[in-house]
């Protein structure tokens, strides 16, 4: 026969039974309370789609959620889009490519400090044929003056983005109006940059686009890279924390733990080891402190 274990009915033990129900009661609802914190643990990044399309994303932040405890949701935008949307307070972080419109941003105290993260440059491709004759050339200003005499299809991102905007320069620089060829040979996309490599694959077209989403862009069709090289090509990328007196909500140490994390050796080193085909994709340059 079994032996009675319970306790016996006294005022100690009932005192027992209810510190043991209280503390369950506790650890039940401390449970939920917990996975909300855990759930809590995010921040939201606006970023180019050059960092999302080109697959650095899924190497960097899984990296730094194990690291830190912290889920990125990433808002892929073109860079002006990504700025307007911290302008309205919708996100903690940015991750873009655009200078002076990101030193704007913090001059007028929408942005904590701007701190350089890495590097890449800027190509053009275009089709095997090359009816502009631009292959094998240096100069972008050289080349889209031959694309635009020649009237040869050019697929812009027309998106406000980091690479539009350079685009834009370089076409300024060039003394050339693409507007004036609009709807003849020069289109534009409205979209990102892997939409736009797919419209100009499809059409045997010219485009500018970063290096890191080329080398990621599998539907290349007849399209090769026919310029590069040339220094003002160089694309930089840097991340802002959103300032907290514009927007009380943003999670600005959330935030700044990722600014932090990706210019250390830990975050550069991520940064580095992204790689497609042996090519690494873009190189950290973050300044020492």
Do not use: C
Request: proline share 4%; no cysteine.
């Amino acid at each position: 026969m079994a032996k009675n274990t319970a306790l016996p009915d006294t005022r100690a033990t009932r005192s027992v039974r209810r510190a043991i129900i209280g503390a369950g009661l506790a650890a039940v609802l401390a449970a939920p309370m917990q996975s909300a914190v855990a759930a809590d643990k995010f921040i939201v990044m606006a970023s180019t789609t050059s960092t999302e399309q080109s697959g650095l994303f899924k190497q960097l932040l899984p990296q730094f959620t194990s690291q830190t405890g912290i889920q990125v949701r990433v808002v892929a935008q073109g860079t002006g889009q990504a700025l307007a949307t911290a302008r309205k307070g919708d996100a903690d972080i940015l991750f873009v490519h655009n200078k002076v419109a990101e030193e704007k941003f913090v001059a007028e105290g929408y942005g904590l400090e701007r701190r350089e993260v890495m590097y890449n440059d800027f190509v053009i491709v275009g089709p095997k044929s090359d009816p502009a004759g631009i292959g094998g050339g240096k100069a972008v200003m050289a080349a889209l003056q031959k694309i635009s005499t020649k009237k040869g299809l050019f697929v812009s991102r027309g998106d406000r983005s980091g690479t539009h905007a350079a685009e834009l320069r370089f076409w300024k620089a060039a003394g050339v109006d693409p507007k004036g060829g609009k709807g003849s040979w020069y289109e534009e996309s409205g979209s990102g940059m892997g939409p736009t490599l797919n419209i100009a694959s499809a059409k045997n077209a010219y485009t500018l686009t970063d290096r890191a989403t080329w080398l990621n862009f599998s539907n290349r069709g007849d399209l090769k890279i026919l310029v590069e090289g040339d220094p003002k090509l160089f694309n930089q990328y840097g991340v802002i924390v959103v300032n907290p007196k514009k927007h009380p909500h943003v999670k600005v140490d959330l935030a700044q733990a990722f600014s932090d994390w990706v210019v250390s050796p830990k975050g550069q080193a991520a940064i580095a080891a992204y790689k497609i085909g042996g090519q690494q994709l873009f190189f950290p340059n973050a300044k020492k402190r």
